[in-house]
């Protein structure tokens, strides 16, 4: 009844066993969606959002807030085989892509972290720089030749100061990829003080166009 048609259940992955974590995520939500494919029905392309809408089902759409489960660029074609459709290259810390969003300095993407945007890129994987850091997150708008996602972040000129928002400059130049941007509704995200409204969030929706 909300319109929503389409979720996008993302967990933050990391650890040392993050590749074997995430084959039981992926694997989980498989099982999930073919045993209830009366109401789900997983997002595999552009395509599929049409057919969401026509279906009258809710739709999946698949993906990691981190990329450790890359141990290297072939990874990526086996994570997409699984369902995979999008990955941030990096939760809050520092990972071999690249530096995140609270880590006390960001020295941007790593070689290793461009030919893993490469391969995301060619397989048809989304970029998704929601928890990079400022570097990290402006190196992704230059190693992407496909449109990069902030699926969850808010505008840091309305919350100064506020590492997990996004700058004016890193929105711009996402949008110059191409892509989107999501406004989340977590409190310190949208307002640095109490009270924090409704309006408050949709200021951010406001700046952000």
């Known amino acids: 009844d909300s319109g929503i048609k389409v979720i996008h259940p993302a967990v933050g992955m990391g650890a040392m066993n993050a590749y074997e974590r995430a084959l039981e995520f992926f694997a989980s939500w498989n099982g999930f ?60 810390s520092r990972n071999l892509i690249g530096n995140g969003a609270t880590e006390r300095r960001d020295e941007g993407i790593s070689d290793f972290g461009v030919a ?24 992704a708008f230059e190693a992407s030749k496909k449109p990069v996602l902030i699926t969850h972040s808010n505008c840091r000129a309305l919350v100064p100061g506020h590492p997990r928002l996004k700058t004016d400059e890193a929105i711009k130049k996402m949008a110059a990829t191409g892509g989107v941007m999501g406004i989340t509704g977590v409190r310190m995200f949208v307002r640095a003080e109490e009270p924090t409204t409704v309006e408050h969030a949709l200021d951010h929706f406001d700046h952000v166009a």
């Open 116 to 139: 893993i945007v490469e391969r995301m890129n060619k397989t048809g994987m989304a970029v998704d720089v929601s928890h990079c850091g400022d570097r990290t997150t402006l190196d």
């Open 33 to 92: 969606l073919a045993n209830h494919d009366e109401h789900f029905m997983r997002v595999d392309s552009a395509a599929d959002f049409d057919r969401v809408k026509k279906s009258g089902k809710l739709g999946v759409l698949l993906g990691l807030q981190n990329s450790v489960q890359f141990r290297r660029p072939e990874d990526v074609d086996f994570f997409r085989a699984l369902g995979q459709r999008v990955s941030q290259l990096t939760y809050n």
